[in-house]
Structures are given as C-alpha cells and as structure tokens.
C-alpha cells in the first residue's frame, strides 16, 4: 500500500473542495482513499486533477494552507464509495427499466442509415408504443430481427402479506381485562379516545366491577362527548361508579347533545357519577340543561348557586318551578329563591324578591 505525500493542501473547515500544489493525484488517488492532515481526515469522493478532488463531506478539521498532508489507499476498501456508488446506480437503473442502452434510436424510417453496423447493434424506434427494440442479428446489410417491445416486463410477482388492520371510527372493546390507552408522552395534546358513529354509539363502556371509563383531564376535559340526536355519552357500570371523571385544569366531563341529554350516567349501586375538581375548575360542565339526576343526590360539600341581583335574575316561567338562585340584594338581605314557574320567592317566608 502506497501513501501519497507528494506536495501540500489548502482546505477550508466544512468544505469538500481540496486544492493541491504540486501534487499528482489523477494517476494516483481513487475515490474512497482516505486524505489525513494531523488528526483529522476524509475521504475523496471524486477526482477532478492532479491539483483538485473533492471529499464525500465536508473536511472535519480547521482551514489548512499549504499544509502537510498523505493519502492512504483503503487497501481492500480500496474504491469502495466508487463501487457503492456504481452499484446504487446499477440498481436505480434496473428498477426504472433504463439498464439497457441502445447503439441508436429513432423512427424505424432512420434505421436504414444503421444497415451496414455489425452483428449485435441495437436500434430503438420510441415512435410507437409499446416501443420497438432491433437487433443486426449478422454483419450482412439490413439483416435485422422483425422487432421487441422495449421495455420488457416479466410476470407479476407474488403478492405479500396483507397490511395490519386499521383501527376503525368505532372501537368496540370486548375483553376480560383492562384497555388503557395513554397519550401523554407520545402525544401531550391529542384526545386518548375519541369515537364517532353516524348511528350508534361513539364509544361504547361497560364494565360490572369497575369505572366503566375513567378519565383524567389534565388542561383540558378528560371526555367530550357531542351528538346531535340523543345522549351525548352514556355510562353503565353494575357496581360502581358509571363514570369517574377527575379535570384538574378544565372540566372533568365536557357533554354536550343538540337533542336530548349531554350525557346518560347509570349505576345499579353506588353513585351514577364520581366528580372531582382541582385547581377550582368545573368537575362537570354541561350545556342545555346542565344536569338531570333521576333519584338521590348526595353532597359531600358545599353547593355553590348562582348567584343574580333582582334585576338580572333569569325568568322564573323559563328556569322552571323548583329551580334555585342565590338574590344578592334583595330587601331583606342576601337570599335563596324559588321559582313556581311565574315568580322567583324568597325561601325564608315564600314572598316574591323585591
């Protein structure tokens, strides 16, 4: 293995232009030979002249000018980027049908200029399709073969194994274990299920020990659930919560149902919803009417009413008879009403707010 010494180079930092002086590297320096000045180093992608070639990246090192250097011949790697690089267009070419040149080409009219070639040239006439391949099949004059389709494609290939199943707008989960689908690390901002049906349920839940579904929204809700017609979610759970629902930055539970309830909440034992709230934000947020419990609500804290002046109190005939509000300045001092579906009265002594 020779190593070359011969003269010096100027290269600059990042650049895969070297320049040589008095050096004679179009007879001696092959493509993948390794070009070394102190302790760094490249490799010659191409060769221009005995006083130019050109690396495959840029030069690792700082500017060098003028400076000492060798270049050392990869041994049996010798031409190995040039061969890699042959190969790739090799290939390229096979795939694309372009391996094959012919000597000439063009209308089959211009062929006779080409009668007297030798045996094996090739003509190709690109005028018709498909196009037409012929071949001299002896030195006499005009003894052509009677033409090929050109390109040439052989047989289908036997077909692979089919793709995985893509997951469908409905997901209907049936097993004997727990599905947990966590989005938080590969996706921080995307929803962790989401279903839409046309007709039928969205997503569907049930579980007969366990939150049918449980979810936590960190910013924003953990479920939001819409439809047009119907319940936005229904939840069933045997014997347990039908929906746990923690939001600690928005609502726990976004329902929502242009007709019909937001969101259907059933348990056979314990209760029908589970809310939590953090960071004193809404634990439940429904639209519409807001919240309809059929049977017992139980409260382990306090219940916040909202709150309006006698001026700004909604209509009682609208709110509807049983609903409550809290009167910030009524007469007779700060109060909870009651509508009968006509006036607002204040629950001390059933008289209408003034």
């Not at 102190?38 to 992608?45: H, I, K, R, V």
């Not at 391949?133 to 003894?143: C, E, F, P, V």
């Not at 149902?257 to 439940?284: C, E, K, Q």
Request: hydrophobic fraction near 35%; glycine fraction near 16%.
């Amino acid at each position: 293995m020779t190593v070359i010494i011969t003269g010096t180079i100027s290269v600059d930092a990042n650049s895969t232009s070297v320049t040589g002086s008095g050096t004679n590297w179009g007879s001696t320096v092959k493509p993948g030979d390794m070009l070394v000045v102190g302790l760094s180093f490249g490799f010659a992608g191409s060769i221009e002249s005995d006083t130019a070639l050109t690396l495959e990246v840029g030069w690792p090192g700082g500017d060098v000018v003028n400076g000492a250097y060798y270049i050392s011949p990869m041994g049996v790697g010798f031409g190995t980027i040039e061969t890699n690089r042959l190969l790739a267009e090799y290939v390229a070419a096979l795939r694309a049908g372009t391996l094959f040149k012919p000597d000439a080409s063009g209308a089959l009219a211009e062929r006779d200029d080409y009668d007297d070639e030798g045996q094996g040239f090739f003509y190709l006439d690109p005028s018709v399709d498909p196009h037409q391949l012929y071949t001299k099949l002896s030195d006499t004059s005009g003894d052509w073969n009677g033409g090929t389709d050109w390109p040439q494609s052989g047989e289908d290939g036997i077909d692979g194994d089919p793709g995985a199943d893509g997951i469908s707008p409905t997901i209907d989960w049936n097993v004997d274990e727990v599905v947990t689908v966590d989005v938080r690390s590969t996706f921080p901002a995307s929803t962790a299920i989401s279903g839409k049906s046309n007709s039928g349920h969205g997503v569907y839940a049930y579980s007969a020990i366990a939150p049918a579904i449980r979810s936590i929204g960190v910013v924003q809700a953990g479920i939001v659930s819409t439809s047009t017609a119907g319940y936005g979610g229904e939840f069933s759970s045997a014997d347990y919560y039908g929906l746990k629902s923690v939001g600690y930055l928005g609502g726990g539970l976004f329902a929502q149902s242009a007709s019909g309830a937001g969101a259907r909440i059933l348990s056979d034992s314990g209760p029908g919803v589970n809310v939590t709230s953090v960071s004193g934000h809404s634990g439940l947020f429904s639209g519409g009417l807001g919240v309809k419990i059929v049977g017992k609500l139980e409260v382990t804290d306090c219940i916040k009413f909202g709150s309006f002046t006698v001026g700004t109190a909604p209509t009682a005939s609208v709110a509807g008879a049983g609903s409550a509000i809290f009167i910030t300045n009524e007469s007779g001092g700060p109060t909870l009403a009651i509508s009968d579906a006509t006036n607002w009265l204040r629950i001390r002594d059933n008289v209408i707010i003034s």
